[in-house]
Every structure is written in structure tokens, then in C-alpha cells.
């Protein structure tokens, strides 16, 4: 196995793992991961989710070295066999592009009503699914903010793109009442009026964050706000 190693804590964790890398495959079945030590003791796991938004889970364990890109179908395969010491494969480091978002410094927006944002994702779905002449939805669709969050003071305001919301439903990280993933035929009353997405954002990035992980956002000022 050499060097490079992925220790998971417990089957628990393994599961974790294969759920993660299992949704960026069913997005990008070519897909890559990023995993990386954490300062607080944690694996981050980092993939792109085919939104140009990256997605990113936690488990306990340990990485050598402590920043890897592998190839997902090879880490997806070993931990959905329950297997907690992984052998990574070889280095894919070139296939990363970018820097991955700072794990700090983010200031807390608000947090949004998980309804919201289904309701929000569903019917941005419902517009990607109309004909258009091509394949999926259109870029410029997938850029339109539709979700203004505002901190209390009214100070600060971010714009959050439907591309996001596509990528933290699209990657299992919000559930319903019953623990059922979401999806285009999910009912809005099955989910719990209390359930949040909490929206943070540094200077150059948005994040989501739902129950079982996040997903980043670039800021930028391109995008308009749009109804939907």
C-alpha cells in the first residue's frame, strides 16, 4: 500500500464515504476526489459536482499523505466493501483544478427553511426539464440567483445560484422527515418546517450547509436575482 493510506474509524464512516463518492459518481461517473486532513482531526472529502459548485463531507479517520486527489471509483469501491484502511490508488493530482475553499473565516448569513430551498430546486428543475434544444439545463439557467439571504443587520446580502441548490439536493445532503433523500417528486410537507440550511460566505465563496454536508459557491457579481 506504500504511503498513501485512508484510515476510516468505523464501518459507520466507510458507509459515509461511499455515500458521498457514490452521488459524485452518479453525476460524473469519471469523477475525482480531493481528500484532505483537517485541522480539527477530521477527513474532508471534496468533489466536484458537474454545477461547477464543489460539495464537501466529514468523517472521522486519518489521511497520508494528508492531501490526496484519487480516483473515486477506486475509494467508492473499498469503502462500500466496509473496508476502514483504503489504499487510494495512484496520485491524480492533475485532474484537481483550483484551490479548495479555506475551512475559516466564513460569516454566518442566515439560515434559510431546507422547504425553501426544495421548493426553490424543484422548480428550477421543472424549467431545466422543459425543452431547450440540448442536453440538461442551460448555463444560464443554472446562474440565476434565486435565493437573496441577508444578514440580520441588513448589512450584508448574498445571492445564492440555483446551480447551488442543484448540487446540495443533487448530492443527498438534505432529507426529508423519513431520512428519504430529495428529489424532483419529494412533497415540501414531508420535510420539517425546522429543518435549516445555514448560508455562510467569506469574500470569495458561499457555502451551504445541510445535515449531512455542504457545498460551495464562487461569489461573483454576474449573477441577477430571478424569481422563479
Known amino acids: ?17 461511499a455515500a458521498f463518492v457514490g452521488r459524485l459518481l452518479r453525476l ?21 459536482t458537474g454545477f461547477d459548485v464543489l460539495a464537501t463531507r466529514s468523517v472521522f479517520g486519518s489521511i497520508s499523505p494528508p492531501d490526496v486527489v484519487c480516483d473515486a471509483g477506486v475509494v467508492q469501491s473499498a469503502a462500500g ?5 483504503i489504499d487510494p490508488g495512484f496520485s491524480l493530482d492533475s485532474a484537481w483544478r483550483g484551490a479548495l475553499p479555506p475551512q475559516s473565516g466564513y460569516r454566518q448569513i442566515d439560515d434559510v427553511p ?14 431545466a426539464n422543459e425543452p431547450v434544444g440540448g442536453h440538461g439545463p442551460v448555463t444560464s439557467l443554472l446562474d440565476q440567483v434565486v435565493l437573496e439571504v441577508t444578514d440580520p443587520t441588513g448589512e450584508v446580502a448574498v445571492g445564492v445560484a ?17 431520512g428519504h433523500g430529495i428529489s424532483e417528486s419529494t412533497v415540501l410537507e ?28 464562487r461569489r461573483g457579481d454576474q ?6
Request: net charge neutral; glycine share 10%.
Open 28 to 48: 460524473d461517473e469519471a469523477a475525482v476526489i480531493r481528500v484532505q486532513q483537517r485541522a480539527d482531526g477530521l477527513v474532508g472529502l471534496w468533489g466536484t
Open 114 to 127: 431546507l422547504r425553501t430551498v426544495v421548493d426553490l430546486a424543484q422548480r428550477g428543475a421543472a424549467l
Open 190 to 217: 414531508d420535510i420539517a418546517e425546522d429543518e435549516p440550511v445555514r448560508v455562510r460566505a467569506s469574500g470569495t465563496w458561499i457555502r451551504l450547509d445541510a445535515r449531512f454536508g455542504a457545498v460551495y459557491q
Open 81 to 85: 466493501a466496509g473496508q476502514l484502511t
Open 162 to 178: 440555483l446551480r447551488a441548490l442543484f448540487a446540495l439536493t443533487g448530492m443527498g445532503f438534505a432529507r426529508d422527515r423519513h
Open 1 to 17: 500500500m506504500g504511503d498513501r493510506r485512508l484510515t476510516l474509524a468505523s464501518t459507520a464512516d466507510a458507509g459515509d464515504v
Open 223 to 228: 449573477f441577477a436575482v430571478t424569481a422563479l
